[in-house]
């Protein structure tokens, strides 16, 4: 079993940045691939990034390619979204997930899930 928490989501004007922050409870987190998804109001689930246990191995979305950095620290029990030059299409609410396999992250066929962290990007 694996516990999602989210944190350090906003309201930040375009061009800023955010850093999220997803603690996850569970001896198997070391195990687990660990990714981020997000939804906007009125929108299918979006992939957004993801990466293996051992951070060796990483996907993004092309929307968010060369913007966001997906790291974690298995020390901590922690995954990280770094989002840069933000634009008003990338407000949503994001959330964190869990996976033993790095491809259903990319295809969100996820085993865990977290509740989410809103952000919002203003024009």
């Known amino acids: 079993q694996v516990q999602l928490v989210e944190s350090g989501g906003g309201l930040v004007q375009a061009g800023g940045s955010l850093r999220l922050s997803c603690a996850a409870s569970g001896r198997t987190f070391r195990s687990y691939a660990m990714g981020w998804f997000r939804q906007a109001p009125g929108k299918e689930r979006e992939f957004v990034a993801a990466?293996?246990?051992?951070?060796?191995?990483?996907r993004y979305a092309d929307s968010v390619k060369g913007r966001f950095t997906i790291s974690r620290d298995n020390a901590k029990n922690t995954v990280y979204l770094q989002m840069n030059s933000l634009k008003p299409e990338d407000t949503a609410v994001y959330a964190c997930?869990?996976?033993?396999?790095?491809?259903?992250?990319?295809?969100?066929?996820?085993?865990?899930w977290g509740v989410g962290t809103q952000v919002t990007v203003s024009s």
């Open positions: 997930a869990a996976d033993p396999a790095l491809a259903a992250i990319v295809t969100l066929q996820i085993d865990y």
């Open positions: 990466l293996n246990w051992s951070a060796d191995i990483k």
